[in-house]
């Protein structure tokens, strides 16, 4: 038996694909307009996704960190702290069994190893966007607090703007990548694959926390319209009163003129 490690990393927003594709000449098994897979040397493998996550199998981390400072200049919003997730492999296993942070299989060829890449990237991808669902919630939270003590918003019409641009551009980005939870073109030709992808979404929990992260987003969306509201009532209110003011400034002046 042996026993190898895959460790993904959530490292920026997106990557620019087609310049990587051009600039790393290791050897290239698949790409696409998304996706990025190389074979660096036997037995050593990387996967590169648009979305912002590199995913290395049996590498060492002095090398993982060094490819990862090679392709910094590819990186939209490069991250300060990278998100990492890890996951291990044990080959020549008498049946095929996932545990919690491990999958023993009865044999390894590229694509099941592509395949578990894929999954353990999707996972690390969902936490990404699953700590910014979380802080969008955590916003949105504050702000209604605020509103159930006080009665109002404390929050001006310049911010709450960029507070929709920030849940919109998180929105996006999901959307944009959904076809992460679509199978590849293999396991269509290929019972044993597709019964692999079927296994290890579910033993990540990828469709469930996917659920989760559209619920968070569904509620931030739904408060912010409802503060939109509030604040184009209190913008009218003001604007009424202005109305009321110039009115009565204008009747003050008149009466003023006709008395003396």
Same mark, same amino acid.
């Given at each position: 038996?042996?026993?190898? #490690?895959?460790?993904?990393?959530?490292i920026? %927003?997106?990557?620019?694909?087609? *310049?990587?594709? *051009?600039?790393?000449?290791?050897k290239?098994?698949?790409?696409?307009?998304?996706?990025l897979?190389?074979?660096e040397?036997? %037995?050593?493998? $990387?996967?590169?996704?648009?979305?912002?996550?590199?995913?290395?199998?049996?590498?060492?981390?002095?090398e993982?960190s060094?490819?990862?400072?090679?392709?910094?200049?590819?990186?939209?919003?490069?991250?300060?702290? %990278?998100?990492?997730?890890?996951?291990?492999?044990?080959?020549?296993?008498?049946?095929?069994?996932?545990?919690y942070?491990?999958? %023993?299989?009865?044999?390894?060829? !590229?694509n099941?190893? !592509?395949?578990?890449?894929?999954?353990?990237?999707?996972?690390?991808?969902?936490d990404? @966007?699953s700590?910014?669902?979380?802080?969008?919630?955590?916003?949105?939270?504050?702000?209604?607090?605020?509103?159930? #003590?006080?009665?109002?918003l404390?929050?001006?019409g310049?911010?709450?703007?960029? @507070?929709?641009g920030?849940?919109?551009?998180? #929105?996006?980005?999901?959307s944009?990548?959904? @076809?992460?939870?679509?199978?590849?073109?293999?396991?269509?030709?290929?019972?044993?694959?597709?019964?692999?992808?079927?296994?290890?979404?579910?033993?990540?929990?990828?469709?469930?926390?996917f !659920?989760?992260i559209?619920? *968070?987003?569904t $509620?931030?969306?739904?408060?912010?319209e409802?503060?939109?509201?509030?604040?184009? @009532?209190?913008?009218?209110?003001?604007?009424?009163?202005? $109305?009321?003011?110039?009115?009565? $400034?204008?009747v003050?002046?008149?009466?003023?003129?006709?008395?003396?």
């Amino acid at each position: 038996m042996a026993v190898y #490690k895959i460790i993904a990393y959530q490292i920026a %927003d997106s990557l620019d694909i087609k *310049g990587l594709k *051009g600039a790393f000449k290791a050897k290239l098994h698949y790409s696409d307009s998304d996706e990025l897979f190389f074979e660096e040397r036997p %037995d050593h493998y $990387i996967y590169i996704f648009k979305y912002g996550v590199v995913s290395f199998f049996n590498f060492e981390p002095i090398e993982a960190s060094n490819f990862l400072q090679f392709i910094s200049s590819f990186c939209r919003n490069r991250f300060t702290e %990278d998100l990492s997730d890890a996951f291990f492999i044990e080959t020549n296993a008498t049946e095929n069994k996932i545990s919690y942070n491990k999958i %023993d299989i009865t044999g390894a060829d !590229r694509n099941i190893i !592509r395949m578990i890449m894929l999954n353990v990237s999707e996972s690390v991808a969902l936490d990404y @966007y699953s700590q910014q669902t979380s802080m969008l919630l955590e916003e949105t939270n504050n702000h209604t607090q605020v509103l159930e #003590k006080k009665g109002r918003l404390i929050i001006s019409g310049s911010n709450l703007k960029k @507070y929709i641009g920030r849940t919109l551009l998180l #929105k996006n980005r999901i959307s944009a990548n959904l @076809y992460i939870f679509d199978s590849p073109d293999e396991t269509w030709e290929n019972e044993q694959l597709d019964k692999l992808d079927s296994e290890l979404k579910k033993h990540f929990e990828l469709q469930d926390r996917f !659920r989760n992260i559209s619920e *968070g987003l569904t $509620i931030v969306k739904e408060n912010l319209e409802l503060f939109r509201d509030i604040l184009q @009532y209190r913008n009218s209110v003001y604007l009424e009163w202005v $109305i009321i003011i110039l009115i009565a $400034i204008e009747v003050i002046h008149f009466l003023a003129v006709e008395i003396f």
